[in-house]
């Protein structure tokens, strides 16, 4: 038998796969990772009224964009045991079904949703639980693969379990009852199919959130009848709400994952974010700028019990630090991915000046919403066009008038004809002399409204950097021309 460890992420595809479901595959993928094990997408069809055309291509297109490949998928049957899609594999789950008719572990149930009410309205009546097994038929027809299954529990028992995260764990006969294990359409449920897939395709360790604890020993009652050993159990802890006190819910940010795509987060920064929400890498590090760096330290018993909030402040700056370590190259596809079409329209745009801005505009910046946020403010508008002001705001605030200004900007625009533009400390290098000599504001509060036609704006020399010799004289002189007398 191979220890290679596999790990699996079986979403159902009855919408858009949230955060909530990434942070579990991120893990499941981390931990294959690690080990130099497999990683499996299985997509749990087998409810064909509540599932949603496009949610399979969702999911592969969310996991793909986050940099989770699978071994095998929808995408990627395997030569051994064949489909991830489980509405593929109905001969399968009928095959392991009919074993359990046979050992006598498994029976048909005919009796209508309207049979089975009347029992549970009765003893509700009477103040006790509802129980299946209590209202077992006494002769069991013969399956003919087209009517309700039921597991029947064979063995009324405490079964105890060990979860990797929350310890050991037990439930009394309380929690077992005959369960339905295939559905008179032929397809089997949730409680069998994951199961069956799970020993098919040799899941070594399973993660999930805390709300199939409830539910375990009813699975492994079915270990025990397939005589099959179960997986390692990984239960997650929840992902919380802003507030902490309640789990993350739409309203709260727990949108379409591609939607963080859209919004400018970067896959790097969504992973390193998610996977530090339950799981504490110990040390003070926060930052992991790539999946190799995430799998190196990701181990299962550093996973925490309690729920992690969704902290969205964190989300942006985790971004803008990430963004940070780009190349160039890749922070200017990036910001021009967010451009609106009336900056790339604007009367000086060019690809050159934009990528001299590209670092200004990235310090600014957590992600694309805010980008185009600046750029709707007109916070940018002097890369591109020519700055529109008051005269007045030429005047230093040390100064009687403004006309104060105007020999000190005829000073610099006589020194600028010989500035080296290669570099913002070049161009600073060509005028901090002078701003010394006369008064740092005195000269580049001027020339910053000069080049911006702004009060806040980067330093001048990146301006003037940005704008390059021949725009940034032009605006200087423009300036002084503003300045009567």
């Known amino acids: 038998m191979s220890n290679k460890v596999v790990t699996r992420f079986a979403p159902s595809p009855t919408g858009f796969l949230h955060i909530g479901g990434v942070r579990t595959a991120l893990f499941a993928y981390l931990w294959a990772k690690k080990n130099g094990g497999q990683f499996i997408l299985r997509i749990e069809d087998t409810d064909k009224k509540r599932e949603v055309a496009g949610s399979i291509e969702q999911i592969m297109r969310s996991l793909s964009w986050l940099g989770i490949s699978w071994e095998y998928g929808p995408d990627k049957p395997s030569p051994d045991f064949g489909s991830c899609l489980q509405s593929e594999r109905l001969a399968t789950y009928k095959s392991y079904a009919e074993r359990l008719v046979e050992k006598g572990l498994a029976y048909p149930d005919t009796r209508s949703a309207e049979e ?3 029992l549970r309205d009765k003893a509700q009546a009477e103040g006790r639980p509802f129980l299946v097994r209590e209202h077992r038929p006494k002769e069991f027809e013969t399956w003919d693969g087209q009517s309700t299954l039921r597991f029947k529990v064979s063995e009324l028992k405490r079964y105890t379990w060990h979860d990797v995260v929350r310890g050991q764990l037990s439930a009394g006969e309380e929690a077992l009852d005959d369960f339905i294990i295939m559905k008179a359409d032929g397809f089997p449920t949730y409680n069998f199919a994951h199961i069956i897939d799970d020993l098919e395709m040799g899941v070594t360790h399973i993660f999930r959130t805390d709300e199939f604890i409830s539910s375990t020993p009813k699975f492994l009652s079915l270990y025990e009848a397939l005589e099959i050993k179960h997986p390692i159990f990984t239960t997650l802890p929840p992902i919380m709400g802003p507030d902490g006190k309640k789990k993350l819910s739409k309203r709260d940010g727990a949108k379409d994952t ?3 795509a859209k919004d400018g987060y970067l896959p790097s920064a969504l992973c390193n974010f998610l996977a530090l929400i339950g799981w504490n890498p110990g040390g003070e590090q926060e930052l992991f700028f790539t999946e190799d760096e995430l799998a190196s330290v990701f181990s299962l018993e550093k996973i925490q019990r309690s729920g992690g909030a969704f902290n969205e402040e964190k989300l942006r700056w985790m971004n803008s630090e990430h963004l940070k370590q780009l190349g160039r190259e890749a922070q200017t596809a990036y910001v021009t ?5 009336s900056v790339t329209t604007a009367p000086q ?6 990528a001299r801005a590209v670092p200004v505009i990235i310090e600014r910046i957590h992600n694309l919403v805010e980008l185009r946020e600046l750029f709707a403010a007109g916070e940018f508008d002097w890369l591109f066009k020519e700055p529109s002001y008051d005269p007045e705001l030429l005047k230093w605030k040390n100064d009687d008038s403004v006309h104060a200004a105007k020999s000190r900007l005829q000073h610099v625009l006589g020194l600028l004809e010989t500035t080296d533009f ?23 509060w001027p020339l910053r409204v000069a080049l911006s036609g702004k009060e806040r704006s ?3 020399f990146m301006c003037a950097y940005i704008l390059g010799p021949e725009e940034t004289q032009k605006r200087v002189a423009t ?7």
């Open 258 to 260: 591609l939607d963080y």
């Open 116 to 118: 089975l009410d009347a």
């Open 458 to 460: 980067p330093d001048p």
């Open 479 to 485: 300036a002084c021309a503003k300045i009567a007398g």
């Open 349 to 354: 745009y060019s690809d050159e000046r934009l």
């Open 337 to 341: 991915k967010g451009l609106p079409d």
């Open 422 to 444: 290669s570099s913002p400390e070049a161009v600073k290098n060509a005028l901090w002399g002078y701003a010394e000599e006369i008064g740092r504001g005195e000269v580049l």
